[in-house]
């Protein structure tokens, strides 16, 4: 290490201490020029030293995944039970038992620790840069290898990478809600506090996980990882993510089976014990039919479904954050969209200079290029503006370009969403200073002087085509200083630059797609009224009636909902515009999603119930949505639509199951033990029985979904689950005791030979039925299972039936069946099909629509969402300091 650097226990404590010091005592201190950074070398030592600038570990752990399978009272209960049944005499049962606990235990754990890897190698695929200072060129590395002493840039809409010690601000305003709660940006400096100030007061620090709301600024590295004080706060948080809309809805489902499960193991268990049965054999079947009527593997069968469906979506351009975001995405009913890249080819090429009278084409290029953000030279690649980018890339500009070599620029006033322009102060060749602004050409006019009738005409006729236009002013300044806001006023116009970003190809056929998913589109934009309304115009969308931002302002949030219903586009909207716009439709009910890339898009992505952005937009917008989309395109994001409605449809065929045979199958049992002198199946058998049903289920994930459950959104109703058990479950049951008859009465059945029969024909029903639940329509003539779905379902029900003719049958207390029962089941399979098909049309005819979904309670999920930026994907190779090996917290082992 450089001699005079912090050493790492001064570190710990370290942006509070160097907050009260001077900005050169700090670089003195962490052995660091301001001009040059960090050599690679010292880089790597610091690394080995300071660890990765990372708060949680992302990756799958064994441990925790298991404890996840064995974490279930009820499964404990039975495997006491099971232990105590060894020690009394009945070993073989008691082994039967384990040995089921153990399959259905490892199903579960191998589908689980799947969906966990797919999960890490979704994080791994996000990454996060920052723009950092290494031996004297400026370049973008990833947020996780800063170390203490790198000298970082921040501008605009970035999420501050460390806790950092400013060097030099321009404006800086930063908001630190994350952090202190406090709603309002903080403006910046790069002076020393005293030493007792609080969290808050640390105006010559930008903390990590802030967002720069305004102005830039560059700073010096001081703490990283968990020692910054978004780290400590952060670390400080449960490893439990919030939950989604799915993840409650499976909760409620939960809750819904331990409630019936209660109620039946309690009232069998009573009842068994009244009519002196043996205590233990009670306590075991009534403990089996509680797991029995568990849909056990739901877990394995969710995340199987969300693993997959992420590698399929994945293959698609659609990465999403957290795997149960999936479900999610398919729940959307309405998207804001923006315009740019969305709507139209995204690539933005300058066309042309429109002067005003009196000035050529030349100057109003070259103010143009002047006026700008970007940094020319080697560090231009890291500027953030499209339209400067475009400017400074066209070749129409090459030879204006060559000729700024005798311009300085002096200060940056640097563009924010207010004013919607920028303003620089240069020194041209002959020493003259100048005050050159561009933006806006609505903002930019209001300020200028004598702007001729020639001129807004010609700017409406570029609006008109839909191009995209920002207007060049300046005027003579004295003083050679960065600019104020104060200061624009009385300015020159010049002319109009002129940049053409054309409707997509492709873009009107996946419009067409997304309203046939029932997904309404509307388009909110920064941009001109007249050019939004052209262009969706062009695509087709309904562009006529347009509200500004001024005319959302006119609106209280009541009339404010009947005016996101009725119109498509909205124009030169604020921020806050857009999320007021995604709140009032929310407030509404239904899914909403947003999708942007820019800073101006984060308050609406994080109000909305799925934020979408893209790999290429700004690390706020990244940071606040929950699906990412490599590519930008509607048609990608209608791919992740229909993959979300297709995994739900998935899961709710098995949770229908579930909630039907096993219900009904439960309750059969526990009927049948009130007037059997024997119990009607043993615990084992239900285990075993239980767990070949779920894993013929198993294969659910893979089954077709009909087009028009596609076409709808997808979310929970609990109400519906519950109506739909309680009408197929007696169906269910009605044959069980049907089956019931034909063992005593025609077979003259005992009690090996009574719990075969039924063991085949309540697995055989209990399976088959998949075939009628899987859709509203007529099976396999209408709409076709999958073949994996058709084998694993035919498969269980072969080995049910074969099993009691087995070697293993005495084993497992079965017996032999005659030919006749095999001839009985047929027709009574048949028939409990017929059944249940002219059931399934009644029940969807009475159902009607599904109630919409609340809003979701956002709670932490800022903090989590944030934190999961700040997170390595797997253990670092290099070595760690304790104090960076605290276990994993938001964004570890379930990436927010």
Not at 673 to 682: A, D, E, G, N, R
Request: hydrophobic content about 50%; proline content about 5%; some cysteine.
């Amino acid at each position: 290490m450089t001699s005079g650097v912090l050493a790492p226990s001064s570190a710990t404590a370290s942006i509070r201490a160097a907050a009260g010091r001077s900005a050169p005592a700090v670089l003195q201190s962490l052995g660091v020029d301001a001009a040059t950074g960090l050599a690679h070398d010292e880089v790597e030592c610091r690394r080995v030293t300071f660890g990765p600038n990372a708060i949680a570990t992302h990756h799958a752990r064994v441990l925790t995944v298991l404890w996840h399978q064995l974490n279930s009272p009820l499964l404990g209960l039975l495997l006491v039970a099971a232990t105590a049944s060894y020690f009394v005499g009945e070993k073989s049962d008691a082994v039967i038992i384990g040995l089921i606990v153990v399959v259905s235990v490892g199903l579960g754990f191998v589908n689980e620790y799947r969906a966990e890897k797919a999960a890490a190698s979704l994080h791994s695929q996000v990454s996060h840069e920052a723009v950092v200072l290494r031996d004297g060129v400026s370049g973008r590395v990833d947020v996780t290898s800063l170390v203490p002493g790198d000298v970082v840039e921040l501008t605009l809409g970035e999420i501050v990478p460390a806790d950092i010690r400013l060097l030099s601000v321009v404006r800086l305003e930063c908001d630190e809600s994350v952090l202190t709660g406090e709603s309002q940006p903080v403006e910046k400096t790069t002076d020393a506090v005293e030493g007792t100030a609080t969290l808050a007061d640390l105006d010559g620090c930008a903390l990590m996980g802030t967002v720069v709301h305004a102005g830039s600024a560059r700073g010096v590295v001081v703490a990283t990882g968990s020692r910054t004080e978004f780290g400590a706060i952060a670390t400080g948080l449960s490893t439990h993510q919030l939950d989604t809309e799915f993840q409650l809805g499976l909760r409620r489902f939960s809750m819904l089976l331990v409630k019936v499960a209660g109620a039946l193991t309690g009232s069998v268990f009573v009842v068994n014990v009244l009519l002196h049965k043996p205590f233990l054999d009670a306590l075991l079947f009534s403990l089996a039919i509680a797991v029995g009527i568990t849909p056990q593997l739901l877990p394995a069968v969710v995340s199987t479904s969300l693993a997959a469906g992420s590698r399929q979506m994945s293959r698609r351009k659609v990465l999403v954050k957290r795997l149960v975001c999936i479900e999610d995405l398919g729940d959307i009913d309405l998207l804001f969209t923006d315009k740019t890249g969305t709507l139209t080819a995204g690539r933005i090429d300058y066309a042309r200079a429109v002067p005003v009278e009196g000035q050529r084409s030349d100057d109003v290029l070259r103010w143009g290029l002047l006026c700008t953000e970007n940094v020319p030279g080697a560090a231009a690649a890291v500027g953030t503006n499209p339209l400067d980018q475009a400017l400074w890339e066209s070749p129409a500009t090459a030879a204006v370009r060559e000729a700024l070599t005798g311009h300085a620029v002096l200060g940056v006033l640097p563009f924010d969403h207010e004013r919607r322009m920028l303003s620089v102060t240069v020194r041209d060749g002959d020493g003259a200073v100048h005050l050159v602004t561009k933006g806006a050409p609505e903002t930019v006019l209001e300020r200028c002087t004598d702007v001729a009738p020639e001129t807004r005409a010609a700017l409406d006729a570029e609006f008109a085509a839909g191009n995209r236009v920002v207007a060049v002013a300046s005027r003579p300044v004295s003083a050679s200083r960065a600019p104020e806001p104060a200061d624009e006023h009385d300015l020159q116009l010049l002319g109009l630059l002129v940049f053409l970003d054309p409707p997509k190809p492709d873009a009107a056929v996946a419009l067409g797609r997304l309203a046939r998913l029932g997904i309404r589109v509307k388009v909110v934009t920064g941009d001109n009224a007249v050019v939004a309304a052209k262009v969706c115009s062009d695509l087709g969308l309904p562009g006529d009636a347009v509200l500004t931002g001024v005319d959302l302002d006119a609106l209280d949030d009541e009339h404010l909902i009947d005016a996101v219903t009725a119109t498509t586009v909205f124009a030169r909207v604020s921020p806050e515009h857009k999320a007021r716009l995604v709140r009032a439709h929310r407030h509404g009910g239904g899914g909403v999603a947003f999708l942007g890339d820019g800073v101006n898009d984060a308050l609406a992505l994080h109000a909305a119930d799925v934020g979408i952005s893209v790999d290429s937009g700004t690390d706020v917008a990244k940071d606040a949505a929950d699906v990412i989309l490599l590519e930008k395109s509607l048609d990608v994001l209608a791919d992740g639509v229909v993959e979300g409605r297709r995994i739900f449809a998935n899961t709710l065929k098995y949770v229908l199951m579930g909630t039907s045979s096993n219900f009904g199958n439960m309750a059969s049992a526990a009927g049948a033990s009130l007037f059997l002198p024997f119990l009607p199946m043993l615990p084992s058998q239900i285990l075993l029985g239980n767990l070949l049903y779920d894993t013929g289920q198993l294969a659910i994930p893979t089954d077709n979904v009909d087009a028009d459950q596609l076409r709808r959104p997808s979310h929970w109703d609990i109400a519906f689950i519950r109506r739909f058990m309680l009408l197929f479950g007696p169906l269910s049951s009605l044959f069980d005791f049907l089956t019931f008859g034909v063992m005593l009465w025609a077979f003259h059945a005992g009690p090996d030979l009574f719990r075969s029969g039924w063991f085949v024909e309540s697995l055989a029903t209990q399976t088959l039925v998949i075939f009628a639940i899987r859709t509203r329509t007529v099976p396999f003539f209408r709409s076709h299972p999958s073949l994996p779905l058709t084998l694993a379902a035919l498969g269980v029900v072969l080995v049910g039936a074969v099993l009691p003719a087995t070697p293993l049958a005495a084993a497992l207390g079965f017996a032999p069946l005659p030919g006749g029962f095999f001839a009985a089941l047929g027709v009574m399979v048949v028939a409990y099909l017929v059944l249940v098909e002219v059931g399934k049309r009644w029940f969807y005819r009475a159902a009607g629509a599904q109630p919409p979904v609340g809003p979701t309670d956002l709670g932490q999920r800022f903090v989590r969402r944030r934190a999961a930026r700040f997170s390595i994907a797997a253990p670092a190779a290099l070595p760690l300091r304790a104090s960076s090996t605290k276990a994993p917290v938001a964004g570890g082992e379930h990436s927010p």
